[in-house]
Structure formats: structure tokens, C-alpha cells
């Protein structure tokens, strides 16, 4: 058995935070992770929109469970595990789809979009006990939608979304609210393998300190384009935070425009006048300074475990799940204002794809860093990681915080206690003054 205590060295009096290696090579510390993280937490699913029409359907894997959701005939969306009530073979066998019933081809048990068994070949078969409303698809312990993003998770006890979301909310809020419609997820992903494990993945969305050294080509891109390099490497330095519950959150200035309020030099000046009226209608609705927050602030939001969500010029969502302690398997989507298209709309999804995709500026070096971290760890000999920086101090973007809480609240599941306080302690000493 692993020896869990002491895989975390958390000293606030020197001001040293450091994460054993094995953590990010053990097998039988992924296999607690799946029983001790995965299987307790709420994890992130699918948007609604992606089912938008009655009889929409899509199948997913999460923490290792086939799983699919479909909008109902009766409008409601549904998530259902993906296994025939009779003998447990997949039921939902396409990744997507628009179908009134779903068919089992192994004995051809029939259930509507509702996840009611409405049809048994031979069903006179079955004794008097058979109850057939009792056959009916099964769903995950616990389901719930925050603002359009549904979540699930195998615990009947976890605590309510509303609750383990904490201070990850607002910066939902701060998304969804961007949209005049409603946001919606653009058809279409970008999916690929990283030779890393999980929690690596996790540390660079939410590091910005690797950012100049590591993406010069994209600060020699931007430089060519007529954009100072030295405003977008400057922009990194508003404070992180620790959001609860192992969420945290990194934030920068957009410099680079945003289309949702933005304007930048690389949108053109046709979009110029519908910008400002899209800013105009936000602080009609909002006031100037939560404008702010929404249009002039790019963020990398956590949302624990394994959620980002880059609110940048583009909407980027990302999930991530463990193969082995050294595989993963991501994918990610564009999500968008429901009513946005045009230039804006067509930068968005350009973003997506020339930053942010698996062929993008920044992913491959991203993907470069944290592989090359994963061999690193074969060499042995150095057993710890440090992640002590800003740990004295307020913490800035390119400190490390963000990365201290995901690890504080990963080590207090692991070790059984649940959530914890993941603050530093130079926060929560000024969060306990303040009161």
C-alpha cells in the first residue's frame, strides 16, 4: 500500500510547498484517485445546448463510465448509464444522434428518449414479479445543471452543485452572463492524447508563470501582427485566488481583445461599432465595473477536479480524464453567445483552433512541457516538485496559489477528509483580520 501521509510538504512558516513525484507516477495512487476523487466529487458532463432539439442525444465517458444524456420528447434533458437494464450491454452506441426510442441489439429491449422500458420481445416470458416501470434506463446517483453546465456524480452524498461550486460560481456567472441569448456549445471538439499525467494538465492551465518562457513563438507571432509582445507578457499579474473547495482561478488583462466587448486590432474595424454596442447593452445591464470583469478580463477557471474553462477570446472547455498515471485523454469544446456570428463568431472559433487546439501556439508547447515533466520523473533521484512561489505573499498570476489549492484539496480527498481550507495562509490570515 502507498503511504499517503507525507506525499504533501506544506510548511507556511518557510514558506515551502512541495509534491512528491509519485504522485504523478504510482498506479496505486491513480487507483485511489478514481475511489477517493472521482467517485466522491461532482464532475463536469456536458453543456444543455449540446442536446438542443427533443430526441438529441450524446454519449460520453466519465471517470471511466459509459454514459449518455438526451432531451427528452418532453423537453427535459436526461443522463442515463449507458447499460441495458436487461444484460448490460451499451444501449446508446453512436456518439450522437437524434432517435424517439433507443434499442438494445442485444435482445431488443426498447426504451423512449425518457428512459422508460416501453418495449420486451416475448414479455408474457416473465413471471408475475416482472415489473416492467421498475426496467426502466438508470441515471448516475446525483445529476444537476448550473447555468447550462451539467454535472453528475456516483455519490448519493455529496453536497448539493450549488454548495461544492463555492466561488467558482462567479466566474460561471461571469460567463454565461456575457450572452444575451444564452450560450451555446459549438458543434464539433478537439480531442487528443497528452503522454502526462492528469494533474499536470491541470497545474499548466492554471500556471502562468510557464507563459513567456515557454510560448515565445506565439509573443514573435502576435509581435508580427502589430501587437507590442511586451503588452501581452506584461498583462499576467492580477492577483489568483482560491476559489474553494480546490477550484481557483488565474486572471490577466485581455489584451487581445475580446469579442464579446473588446475590441482589438485583430478584429478589423467592421467590427468596431458592433463591439461597443455589445459593451453598451453589458453596462446597460451590468454597470461599468462588472463590464469590466466580463469584457477586459481573460481568465483560467478550475473548476475541481478536472474542468477548465479558458474565458479568453475564446470560450475554451476542457476535461480531462486519466488512462493510466501516465496517459490522459482530453477533450475540448468552443462554447459561444447563442446570438453571436459574423467576424466575431469566426475569430472566436480561429482562436480556438490556431491558440488553443491540439495544432495551435499554445497547446503543443504546453503539451511539450508537461511530457517532458513526465520523463523527467523517470530519471529519479529528485523526489519532490516545488510549488512554493508566492506562497508569502499576496499571489499574482504567476505565482503559484492557484496550484497549492487544487493540491491542498486533492491530498485532504485522498487522505479521506474531504474539503478543506485551501487558501495560503498569508490569505487567511487577511480574510480572518478583515472579519
Not at 487507483?31 to 460520453?60: A, I, T
Not at 444522434?97 to 428518449?113: I, K, M, R
Request: glycine fraction near 8%.
Amino acid at each position: 500500500m502507498v503511504e499517503l501521509k507525507g506525499l504533501i510538504i506544506d510548511n507556511p512558516k518557510d514558506g515551502i510547498f512541495r509534491v512528491h513525484r509519485s504522485a504523478m507516477t504510482s498506479p496505486e495512487i491513480l487507483q485511489m484517485e478514481q475511489e477517493r476523487v472521482f467517485n466522491k466529487c461532482w464532475l463536469y458532463l456536458c453543456h444543455e445546448s449540446e442536446v438542443e432539439n427533443p430526441g438529441d442525444y450524446r454519449r460520453r465517458n466519465v471517470a471511466g463510465r459509459p454514459l449518455f444524456f438526451v432531451r427528452g420528447s418532453d423537453g427535459k434533458v436526461r443522463v442515463f448509464l449507458n447499460t441495458c437494464t436487461h444484460r448490460g450491454a451499451l444501449i446508446c452506441r453512436r456518439d450522437q444522434g437524434n432517435t424517439e426510442v433507443l434499442q438494445c441489439f442485444y435482445h431488443a429491449w426498447t426504451f423512449n428518449n425518457q428512459g422508460e422500458l416501453i418495449g420486451v420481445p416475448d414479455e408474457a416470458g416473465y413471471g408475475k414479479g416482472f415489473n416492467r416501470a421498475e426496467m426502466g434506463l438508470k441515471s448516475p446517483p446525483r445529476v444537476d445543471n448550473y447555468r447550462g453546465f451539467i454535472f453528475v456524480s456516483f455519490n448519493p452524498d455529496v453536497e448539493d452543485l450549488v454548495t461544492y461550486l463555492a466561488g467558482a460560481r462567479d466566474y460561471i456567472d461571469l460567463i454565461v452572463d456575457q450572452a444575451e441569448e444564452g450560450m451555446r456549445m459549438i458543434p464539433g471538439s478537439n480531442r487528443y492524447s497528452i503522454k502526462a499525467n492528469w494533474k499536470l494538465l491541470v497545474e499548466n492551465s492554471l500556471d502562468g508563470y510557464h507563459v513567456k518562457p515557454t510560448h515565445k513563438t506565439y509573443f514573435e507571432y502576435v509581435t508580427s501582427l502589430g501587437i507590442r509582445s511586451s503588452a501581452v507578457q506584461t498583462a499576467f499579474g492580477r492577483p489568483a485566488r482560491a476559489l474553494g473547495n480546490g477550484h481557483a482561478v488565474e486572471e490577466h488583462d485581455g489584451v487581445r481583445g475580446r469579442p464579446i466587448a473588446r475590441w482589438s486590432p485583430l478584429f478589423g474595424e467592421e467590427t468596431k461599432e458592433e463591439i461597443a454596442r455589445i459593451r453598451a447593452r453589458l453596462v446597460e445591464k451590468f454597470g461599468e465595473q462588472r463590464t469590466r470583469l466580463m469584457a477586459d478580463v481573460s481568465r483560467n477557471l478550475l473548476v475541481y477536479p478536472n474542468l477548465i474553462i479558458i474565458d479568453s477570446i475564446d470560450i475554451t472547455v476542457r476535461i480531462f480524464w486519466p488512462i493510466t498515471p501516465e496517459l490522459m485523454e482530453v477533450t475540448a469544446w468552443q462554447l459561444a453567445p447563442k446570438e453571436e456570428k459574423g467576424e466575431l463568431l469566426a475569430r472566436r472559433l480561429d482562436n480556438f483552433l490556431t491558440f488553443h487546439g491540439p495544432g495551435g501556439f499554445a497547446t503543443p508547447d504546453d503539451v511539450e512541457a508537461i511530457e517532458s515533466c513526465q520523463a523527467g520523473y523517470k530519471a529519479e533521484g529528485v523526489e519532490w516538485s516545488e510549488l512554493s512561489r508566492g506562497m508569502h505573499r499576496e499571489a499574482i498570476a504567476e505565482d503559484e496559489l492557484q496550484l497549492r489549492a487544487f493540491w491542498r484539496q486533492w491530498y485532504g480527498y485522498m487522505l479521506g477528509l474531504g474539503q478543506v481550507d485551501t487558501r495560503d495562509p498569508v490569505v487567511r490570515e487577511r480574510s480572518s483580520v478583515a472579519s
